[in-house]
């Protein structure tokens, strides 16, 4: 288990907000150690314990982003099949895949435009996190920012190109 994110969800699962407690020091002494950049500042939500009381939560993922994620992940390996059996002389074949998924085919080209468009935005949130000379509030308002755009894409794209997907 090599994944911080990984164990994070590993230790919360089990010991919660003893873990999220114990992360957060751990976090704070690594970062001082390291010379890593300040973390953002916290939200009300982020506290320990009371935070899950609190509402309007700008998070970093959505029900969208992850229905994103798999409406283009479905249409690209339909792609990717019809390739092969190009590749491999299964003409026929790829012509039915072809036919039976048209409809899910012709989001292709806006389901990548909006995945890469998210991909845009999550490195800028990795340099922001990264960088040693920006102060905690800043990166607060630039974090739910950067979250705020990557959400509404995600949610615009799935409202868009969702119907096809939803006729199975």
Known sequence: MRSPKKLEHLLK????AFATGT????DA???H??????????????YPVVGSFFGDRIK????????LYEMNKEVNAIASSIKHYQET??????KVLEQSASTRLKTKAGLNKASREISKLRREVRKMMEDRIMD???KRERLDRLNRQINQIAADAVKQYQQPFNKR
């Open 33 to 46: 150690l390291t010379g890593a950049g300040e973390k953002p500042a916290w939200n009300k939500q982020d």
């Open 29 to 31: 002494v690594t970062r």
């Open 13 to 16: 699962g089990y010991f919660n």
């Open 136 to 138: 905690r509030d800043t």
């Open 60 to 67: 970093g993922s959505t029900r969208y982003t992850n229905e």
């Open 89 to 94: 002389g299964e003409n026929q074949r790829a």
């Open 23 to 26: 992360l957060a020091v751990t």
